[in-house]
């Protein structure tokens, strides 16, 4: 019986021993093999001290041996924490580490310039095990390089290191307002459940080939790498480059002969504007599947038209809920309206509050409460936090486990489908990347030439939203200095595309600054562009 | 100014690139380094075609023509 991740790649490895599990360009590994190989990271794992409970982290880009590591990690009853090779390692790679106490990282040796930094902040950190290259030396007391050579060394049997659904499989760090990042605790019954539903309801089998681009320290990584393990299917990895040119998606699509598609709006809206998509293109799709940020309604209907043949289907949840709701989309959608986020995934059940927690009725706005089993553990050494978003249910029904509070408004629309309206806080989406405003607030603060700053978000048509800074100086400041001092503190996708230099910002009567009239600016420089 | 110095300057003013631009080389990996992305892709295009005034097509979405500063000038090239 499977009730953890790393059982569903066991289970197909007896089941499906042959057939191909992972694609990462013309390398292919079939489930024997993906299995074998991390039960040899999983030996070397042991003894090197992990233990269930553990955090290992990862630290790698999305590739064979990203996927044989994290097989390897949660083999060891241990939960893997993906860091975000693109962000600057100083501050994020380092504050994970730190934060949830890492003594292991699984790496790459595409790494290898940033391993300085890392091993230079004092952490617990004791190992950096590099998956594809040779130990080195890397100048820090107390932090060893294990090769490739010792992981190969190892046997390719591993026993069952115990354990039960409910212990973490995986740490997400996702935007933290106050401008740290937070670590949102997610368990094996967790991704298990959501897994079992989109398995079951993309109607998935062993002959399916699984794709998608979003990094491993996002959650929409989850289905394709368990979902694809469940039914024993392929999972086949987008390379980096591909992700970014519109035509290379479509032939990529193409050549792997790709049946599930999963990605962000934004990618599907540039493949639909410049992919040269033509009738009969994509044959082999069965389901083109979306989340992360609103799809505009007049892009998806335009590609449903062009690509006919595959259901499209809209999945919506916070990390914390890996995924809550979801809405087929069953013909082209009327570019006036909004494409609805749907209703409850099996397993799970939402409902809409006012802010004294009172229901709504059908047709008013309030926030959208989940409960259910793909719900979170809670956030990683913050109890407080913690319990700010998961409460007791409001409804005063008396039961053990607690309900989570999205912060998203929603109207139910009649049709017992969820529309989405908007954030109560600073949240914003970008690029399908949930931010939260404050933090790069944070990070420019930090600056001490910044006296006062706002980030406002400028909604766009193609990537939901850019980021807008407005800066006060204290003296004179280059906006090159300033674009390196964020790409110092926040990961790529947080850095503002804009920043404005202002001699000070419009306050409200509370003296707070009036982030509704700069927006109102922003609105009437774009009317008059 | 060269058509390459031009795509530096840009690259350099609007991109990933957090240093001064003279330390931007013609052959300086932009994507492998993550100094363009899919919307710094989008961004170029747009400067491309309101500086020459030419038409960048679908087809040349290619990495081979973005690559480097010099893979960018010589798709410039090619057009004016």
Redesign the interface.
Known sequence: MTYQLHQLLEASADRHADRPALVDRDRVMTYAELNSAANRVANLLVELGVRPGDRVGLYLQKSQEAIVGLYGILKTGAAYVPIDP?APAMSRATYIIDNCGISVVVTGEEMADKWVEIVSAETALTHLVVMNAAAMDVDAPGVKVIGQDAIEAQPATFGDAGGIGQDLAYILYTSGSTGAPKGVKLSHLNGFSYVRWLVDYFEASEHDRFSNHPPLHFDMSIPDIFGAAMVGAALVLVPP?T??????IKRFIENNEITIWYSVP??LS?LLQ???LEAGCMPTLRVLTFAGEVFPSKYLADLMRVVPHPRYINQYGPTETNVCTYYEVPEPPDPATDIPIGRAIADVETFVVTEDGARVPPGEVGELLVRGSTVMRGYWGDPDKTARRLVPNPLGVELPDLVYRTGDLVREDGRGDYIFLGRRDNQIKS?GYRIELGEIETALYAHDRIKECAVLAVPDD??TN?ILAYVVLEGDLE??EL??HC?EKLP?YM?P?FFRVAEGLPKTSTGKIDRRLLADEIEKDEEQA | MSIKDQIREYIAAELGWDKPASELSDDYELLEKDVVDSLGIFKIISFIEEEWDVEVDDDELVPENFETISSIAGLVSAKV
Do not use: H, L, W, Y
């Open positions: 693109n480059k992700s970014v040119f519109p035509i290379q934004s990618t540039m410049r992919g040269k690029r193609i990537f850019k906006e090159q674009k390196a790409k790529p850095i595309d």
